[in-house]
């Protein structure tokens, strides 16, 4: 019995969450228990699961969100591998609503798996997202090889530097993660600074943000679409790499070529 039973709406969504698991797992993004996916999953919920008992004690959130009020959310269990979610999201994940007092919450389905430490700071971004009226419901955290690799080098840490190289290496990147990459400086795992650093990247206008030294942050309006956005600045990293490997600087598009795409293509950017 699982609460997705009869809820295929629902289900389509945690499959989407197993499905990106496991392209991280495959990409090699996702060592051990690295990275995070939290979904806002409260549209998908129907009146009947708003009535099933949690099977967890209420747990303090950390801090206070007012706008996840009666909001429900996947997340990601503490400790757990993607490559062990892709196969089985309800034993490596759970889904928790968030109780009226907007500072703590309650697991409700399926198995009492606690949610990643990582919560109180993907909740926050929820909370930014919903209190701004923005569509995405997904976050995710990842660690892409060679956006990583970029950050070890001040040059590319510079405000984007790196988006504009990425996005004049191929037209689809520029096309499909319009807003760039945001930069913020290394800061510790997990800490407040980080997700309030972090938010504020998004509100200056990135939907993916990259952590110096450790990973990229997304949001999008589900999960695949953040994987996406992550996806093709990867590909981009990897053709100009490509490029040094054999000897030379990539020339990339000019910026008359990427003005003419933004044009054409009716970009934010
Ligand atoms: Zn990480």
């Given at each position: 019995m699982s609460v997705l039973d009869n809820r295929p709406a629902l289900k389509a969504e945690i499959d989407k969450v197993a499905e990106v698991a496991g392209y991280l797992w495959m990409k090699g993004?996702?060592?051990?228990?690295g990275g995070n996916i939290t979904v806002n999953i409260t549209e998908w919920v129907d009146d009947g699961m708003k009535t099933l008992p949690s099977i967890s004690e209420p747990r303090p959130i950390g801090k206070t969100l007012p706008?996840?009020?009666?909001c429900w959310f996947y997340c990601k269990g503490t400790g757990k591998r993607m490559r062990d979610l892709a196969r089985d999201p309800m034993g490596n994940g759970s889904i928790i609503r968030i109780l009226d007092d907007c500072g703590h919450y309650e697991i409700v389905a399926d198995q009492p798996v606690a949610p990643t430490s990582e919560l109180p700071s993907h909740l926050a971004v929820h909370d930014y997202l919903l209190t701004k009226g923005s569509p995405y419901r997904a976050s995710l955290h990842t660690h892409p090889i060679e956006l990583v690799a970029l950050t070890h080098s001040r040059k590319w840490m510079e405000k984007d530097a790196a988006t504009h190289m990425l996005w004049s290496m191929i037209p689809e990147t520029r096309a499909f993660c319009p807003r760039g990459l945001g930069m913020v400086p290394y800061?510790?795992?997990?800490s407040v600074e980080l997700a309030e650093a972090t938010i504020r990247a998004i509100d200056e206008d990135y939907d993916v943000v990259m952590w110096e030294k450790h990973g990229v942050f997304a949001v999008d309006t589900d999960v695949m679409n953040a994987f996406d956005q992550v996806d093709v600045l990867n590909k981009s990293a990897l053709i100009y790499i490509t490029a040094r490997n054999m000897g030379f600087e990539p020339e990339g598009m000019t910026d008359a070529q990427m003005k003419e795409l933004s044009d054409a293509f009716g970009l934010p950017k």
């Open positions: 993004w996702a060592e051990r228990n706008s996840l009020k009666g800061m510790l795992p997990s």
